[in-house]
Every structure is written in structure tokens, then in C-alpha cells.
């Protein structure tokens, strides 16, 4: 009998512990990705300067580009420098607009790219996606996954702590999501991919469940893995679909509606979450989720973030609008003004204060 499986994209290395970038260059040259040193390393003028100095005498052979932002122009532009030199693997060094601006660039040029992620803002870090800010907002660009990321613990340690309770929210708010999924297969016959619904599932319900802090080598192992797996979840689905439903669309919605005064990502992804599982009548899990949210410093009303429930409200209303073709309970629901502003109130009553 013939064994049928199927191949999943994924990095070769996923190296998670304190001190990994210490050992990116021996790393690289045992896996075989860059036996001879030529990379191309892209690093903001921030954290990332600073970590050159750090790691630069152990890649006597890479080259340095500094990234001006987060944009599509800028990601063009890093890809252009970098097709003038030769190498084997683009390295993208520091936050989300590094690496997605990296991702960008070695697609284009045709080379691999090395994520080194120096915080834990959200999952984007091993996703098939590069999100860049463009003439029209903000765009979402296919890529090929990283085939390589390195995580230090003790980096992600010194970086603000705010970007570790950002990819928390971030991490749970999949839990919603897929619940939205399977929601979607239930009314609309949409098609499950159950090994990425599994996968982003775990990696939520691990960091909802896990007793430790923003401060834990032990937890932020749990919550780097959590985002890797989601990221890869979204490369066996082909789209965002295990990490995004309502919690997403709400937070699309904020950032749409309210952009100078939008808050992270996953602090609304997180609040988005909490609020969507209130919606789908999975009350003791709303208030469950919302303690968690609570205890690591992160919202779970929109006044913690400086909206009002008015402009809350509208968020939610709106929130549909921002993924269109995408079935959640908000779609389900399909809630007026008033029927909204009434379920907050008793979500609030359900989380107390």
C-alpha cells in the first residue's frame, strides 16, 4: 500500500534559546546554508545596529544594509542593493519591518532568508506573508517561509516589554480564529485544513494556558514556539485563515478607521479576541481569555487603549469590511449598532474590573 503524504514548508532550523545569536554563523554554515559567510544582512538603524557590533566579527564575510522603514519602496530597494553583490542567504535581523522588508527583498532576488527576530510582537516572524505599508495603506505579499529562525531569549529580554504582551495577544487571538473556521465549515461548507487548524490551536491554547510570565525564559520558549507554529500553520493552510477571523478583522478595523491613534497589534487582536468568543455565546472561555489578557498587562476594553465604546462599536461594525470573503461570527451575527453596544455591556459585566 502507497504512503501518502504531503510535504509542509517549514525552516530547516528553528533555534529558540538564550544565547542562539551568538551561534547564527555556525549555525548557517552546519545547516548548509551559508558555509562561506556571504550573507546579506538587513537591520534597522535601532536594535539592529546595536546587535551589529555584537555578532559583526563572526560574519567577517556578510554585508550590511540598514532599512529605512517598513515599506514597499524600501523593501525594492533593499532587494536592488542586494542583487548587486553574491550571496547565499539574506539575513533579516531585528523587528516585524525588518523581516518583512527582508522576506520582500530575498524573494525577489531568488535567495533564502534567515528570520532573527529580536521581539515577539506578533507571528509574522515565520509566516508566507510580508506585510509593507504601500501607496494605499498596507499590503499583505506572498514570500516563501524563512528557511531559517533564530530567536534569543536574551534578546528578546531587552527588548520592551510591550512587544512580548503584543505577541501574546496575538498568539491566543488564534484560538478565536479557528473557532471563526470552523464556524465557516459548519454554515458555508468552507474547507478545513485540519493539521493547520491543529497547529495554530496548540500554539494558542499553550501560551493561554501556560502559568508563567512576560519575564520566563520558560514562557517566552512557549510563546516564540506558539508564533513559529502559526506561522507555519498559515503556510500549510495557503492563507492567514488558522490566525485570523473576527479578533483580525477588528483589528484591521481599528488600524483602518483610527490610524494615528491605533494601538499593537496584538493588543487589539487580543481585545478582538476576547470580545469575538463573548459573541459566539463561548462565555466562560471569553472571560477565561480575558483574565489571561489581564494578567500579562494587556487590554480587554477599548478605554485601555483610548477608545471610547462608542468608537468601539463602530469598529465592530465595521470589521466586516475589512475582509471581504471572510466568514466570522461577526458575518454570522451580522449585529446592528444598538444589538452591539448591548452585548458589549454584558461582555463587560462578564469580565468585571
Not at 26 to 50: F, K, P, T, Y
Request: proline share 5%; with cysteine.
Amino acid at each position: 500500500m502507497p504512503v501518502l503524504t504531503r510535504l509542509i514548508p517549514s525552516p530547516v532550523v528553528v533555534d529558540i534559546r538564550p544565547g542562539a545569536l551568538d551561534d547564527l554563523a555556525c549555525v548557517l554554515a552546519d545547516e548548509r546554508i551559508s558555509q562561506s559567510g556571504r550573507l546579506a544582512i538587513a537591520v534597522s538603524g535601532g536594535s539592529g545596529a546595536r546587535l551589529r557590533e555584537r555578532i559583526a566579527p563572526s560574519l567577517p564575510g556578510a554585508s550590511w544594509y540598514e532599512v529605512g522603514g517598513g515599506t514597499i519602496d524600501d523593501a525594492v530597494r533593499l532587494a536592488s542593493d542586494i542583487k548587486a553583490g553574491h550571496y547565499d542567504a539574506v539575513v533579516g535581523l531585528g523587528g516585524g519591518k525588518i523581516i518583512d522588508c527582508a522576506k520582500f527583498a530575498a524573494a525577489r532576488v531568488g535567495l533564502p532568508l534567515v528570520a532573527v527576530a529580536t521581539n515577539l510582537a506578533h507571528d509574522g516572524l515565520c509566516s508566507p506573508v510580508a506585510t509593507l505599508d504601500n501607496d494605499a495603506g498596507r499590503g499583505s505579499y506572498g514570500v516563501p517561509n524563512p528557511i531559517a529562525v533564530v530567536i534569543d531569549l536574551n534578546v528578546i529580554r531587552e527588548a520592551p516589554v510591550r512587544f512580548v504582551r503584543s505577541g501574546i495577544g496575538d498568539a491566543i487571538s488564534n484560538i478565536s480564529a479557528v473557532a471563526d473556521w470552523e464556524l465557516a465549515n459548519r454554515v458555508n461548507g468552507e474547507k478545513i485544513d485540519g493539521l493547520a487548524a491543529a497547529m495554530a490551536r496548540q500554539a494558542g491554547e499553550a501560551v493561554l494556558r501556560h502559568p508563567g510570565g512576560v519575564g520566563d525564559d520558560g514562557f517566552l520558549q512557549v510563546l516564540a514556539e506558539a508564533l513559529v507554529l502559526t506561522g507555519i500553520a498559515m503556510s500549510v493552510s495557503g492563507d492567514s485563515r488558522p490566525s485570523s477571523g473576527a479578533c483580525h478583522e477588528i483589528n484591521h478595523a481599528f488600524d483602518l478607521l483610527y490610524p494615528k491613534r491605533a494601538a499593537a497589534h496584538g493588543e487589539q487582536c487580543g481585545l478582538g479576541a476576547a470580545f469575538a468568543m463573548y459573541l459566539r455565546g463561548a462565555h466562560e472561555e471569553s472571560v477565561y481569555m480575558a483574565e489571561v489578557l489581564r494578567r500579562h498587562g494587556l487590554p480587554v476594553t477599548p478605554d485601555e487603549i483610548g477608545f471610547t465604546v462608542d468608537e468601539f462599536v463602530r469598529a465592530v461594525e465595521f470589521a466586516p469590511e475589512t475582509r471581504p470573503g471572510r466568514y466570522t461570527i461577526l458575518e454570522h451575527l451580522d449585529l446592528k449598532t444598538n444589538q452591539i453596544k448591548d452585548i458589549y455591556a454584558d461582555y463587560v459585566k462578564a469580565i468585571g474590573s
